[in-house]
């Protein structure tokens, strides 16, 4: 299984940035799939979670501000992020929540205050 995560980049604090991660060589439609971030020198953590059937969950900092989305018949998950804080600075990753898969290189975001 291969994940390619796309779309991150430098913005200023208050913007938005689309996340977008194609998963290729698994049965993409049957699992929960998941974002990830590391900031330098944290550990990794969950961002938000979107089910096969679409059901969400989100981690209580980003609620409001960022939504997770998939579209099954294209194999990739996205992520919406919305008034983005300095704090969101992290590589993001897509994985699937319940059996990672080999993590891939993520795609940095950087919000500058």
């Known amino acids: 299984v291969q994940l390619q995560a796309s779309g991150g980049g430098l913005v200023q604090a208050g913007g938005s940035l689309r996340l977008s991660c194609v998963v290729s060589?698994?049965?993409?439609?049957?699992?929960?799939m998941a974002w990830f971030r590391q900031a330098p020198g944290k550990q990794r953590e969950w961002v938000a979670i979107?089910?096969?059937?679409?059901?969400?969950s989100y981690r209580d900092s980003v609620k409001g501000r960022f939504t997770i989305s998939r579209d099954n018949a294209e194999n990739t998950v996205y992520l919406q992020m919305n008034s983005l804080k300095s704090e969101d600075t992290a590589v993001y990753y897509c994985?699937?929540?319940?059996?990672?898969?080999?993590w891939g290189q993520g795609t940095q975001v950087t919000v500058s205050s």
């Open positions: 994985n699937n929540f319940n059996s990672f898969y080999n």
């Open positions: 979107v089910s096969s059937g679409g059901s969400t």
């Open positions: 060589g698994s049965i993409f439609s049957r699992v929960i």
